[in-house]
């Protein structure tokens, strides 16, 4: 096809119109539409605040029994009304004692209200700090507000601090301290704890002073431990407990804690049980052995007593030493002769000195009279007291 120059411009005359037509039209369509999402919670309308300026929470203080006032401003810049409901929070302390004169206010638009409030210190009310909250909720559920209220009571303060109940137990290979922190004062303390363990043969254990995590209220009581994880095996220990706080709060405990091993324990016992046994069995064979010899001795003397002569020789010979011990030299009865006395032989140390000797005879004595001197002598030996 040949080549046309005025077909060639027109195509590239209508090919600029299109260009440039385009961009116009895009500029007059109308926009898409866009889908609309979550929309973000819209502030509250209103906003409370202590009184003043650049006031972020409440400080009161007075003595016990005193009502201490304050003023709370809601303001409510929207252009409709907005109803709030005050209240203190707290189950003691200044939230516990704030009172207003009404729960609701209602804040008209474009308008800021002064809301007046009392705390009443009761007469019991021991001195120190006693924080609380003051809580603003609006009419739109989740839109609350709080504020702090730091009440401080007036008074003569005492800060007393006590350790009690002290234990140690065993808790496999560790040892538990237990004990009790008991605030006796009237100020709030945050205690402090040092530790210390010493056994036979010196230190064991030392825990320098730490702060104790939380604050102890006035009359408040605490249940805590420590653990000591290598506690000695065998050993006799005293630990000591010494508890300090703020203003000289200070007190001492110790208790005692005697480390044995079962196996060691069971030892000693069943040792002590047959020493025990030992020594009883040792005691009654000597107890045994004493009544045999008493028995033996005195079935000798009942053989010896018992001769040829029969017993009533003996028997008269017998009551004859008996006298002769009992009333010593007596004079011989007028009815009766005294015996012959013979020619005696005296030995030093032997009882019944000067009587005759056993197994000798005298000339022109029976052998009866001789009997009976030696078993007189020998009874009387054996028998006399």
């Given amino acids: 096809m040949p080549f046309r120059p005025r077909t060639a411009?027109?195509?590239?005359?209508?090919?600029?119109?299109?260009?440039?037509?385009?961009?116009?039209?895009?500029?007059?369509?109308?926009?898409?539409?866009?889908?609309?999402?979550?929309?973000?919670?819209?502030?509250?309308?209103?906003?409370?605040?202590?009184?003043?300026?650049?006031?972020?929470?409440?400080y009161l203080e007075g003595?016990?029994?005193?009502?201490?006032?304050?003023?709370?401003?809601?303001?409510?810049?929207?252009?409709?009304?907005?109803?709030?409901?005050?209240?203190?929070?707290?189950?003691?302390?200044a939230g516990a004692w704030?009172?207003?004169?009404?729960?609701?206010?209602?804040?008209?638009?474009?308008t800021r209200a002064s809301v007046p409030f009392t705390v009443t210190v009761p007469r019991t009310a021991t001195p120190g700090s006693?924080?609380?909250?003051?809580?603003?909720?609006?009419?739109?559920?989740?839109?609350?507000?709080?504020?702090?209220?730091?009440?401080?009571?007036?008074?003569?303060?005492?800060?007393?601090?006590?350790?009690?109940?002290?234990s140690v137990t065993r808790r496999g290979s560790a040892a538990v301290i237990h004990y009790t922190l008991v605030n006796r004062g009237n100020t709030a303390l945050r205690p402090r704890l040092a530790v210390r363990a010493d056994g036979l043969f010196g230190p064991l254990l030392r825990r320098p002073a730490r702060t104790l995590p939380g604050v102890l209220p006035p009359g408040a009581r605490a249940d805590r431990t420590e653990?000591?994880?290598?506690?000695?095996?065998?050993?006799?220990?005293?630990?000591?407990?010494?508890?300090?706080?703020?203003?000289?709060?200070?007190?001492?405990?110790?208790?005692?804690?005697?480390?044995?091993?079962?196996?060691?324990?069971?030892?000693?016992?069943?040792?002590?049980?047959?020493?025990?046994g030992g020594w009883a069995v040792v005691r009654r064979r000597r107890r045994n052995g004493r009544t045999g010899d008493t028995d033996g001795a005195v079935r000798m003397g009942g053989a010896v007593g018992t001769g040829d002569g029969g017993g009533a020789p003996d028997e008269a010979a017998d009551g004859a030493g008996r006298a002769d011990g009992a009333s010593g030299a007596a004079a011989p009865s007028p009815r009766e002769e005294p015996p012959a006395q013979g020619p005696r032989t005296?030995?030093?140390?032997?009882?019944?000195?000067?009587?005759?000797?056993?197994?000798?005879?005298?000339?022109?004595?029976?052998?009866?009279?001789?009997?009976?001197?030696?078993?007189?002598?020998?009874?009387?030996?054996?028998?006399r007291r």
């Fill in 9 to 58: 411009a027109t195509g590239a005359v209508l090919a600029a119109a299109v260009v440039l037509a385009a961009p116009a039209a895009a500029a007059a369509a109308p926009p898409a539409a866009v889908r609309a999402g979550p929309s973000a919670p819209a502030a509250p309308g209103w906003s409370a605040a202590p009184t003043g300026t650049a006031r972020t929470s409440f």
């Fill in 63 to 93: 003595p016990p029994g005193a009502a201490l006032t304050d003023r709370l401003a809601v303001r409510n810049p929207s252009g409709r009304p907005v109803t709030v409901r005050l209240a203190g929070d707290g189950a003691d302390g």
């Fill in 227 to 276: 653990t000591w994880p290598d506690p000695p095996a065998l050993d006799a220990v005293d630990i000591r407990l010494t508890a300090t706080a703020a203003d000289g709060a200070h007190d001492t405990a110790t208790a005692s804690y005697t480390a044995a091993p079962w196996g060691a324990g069971a030892a000693l016992l069943a040792l002590l049980a047959a020493g025990g």
């Fill in 98 to 110: 704030l009172a207003f004169g009404t729960p609701e206010v209602t804040v008209p638009p474009r």
């Fill in 346 to 383: 005296t030995e030093a140390g032997m009882p019944n000195a000067g009587m005759p000797k056993p197994g000798m005879r005298k000339p022109g004595v029976p052998d009866a009279t001789t009997t009976g001197s030696t078993t007189a002598t020998r009874a009387g030996s054996g028998v």
């Fill in 130 to 166: 006693h924080p609380g909250t003051l809580t603003v909720t609006g009419t739109a559920p989740g839109v609350r507000t709080r504020i702090p209220l730091r009440l401080r009571v007036t008074g003569p303060t005492l800060s007393a601090l006590t350790v009690e109940q002290v």
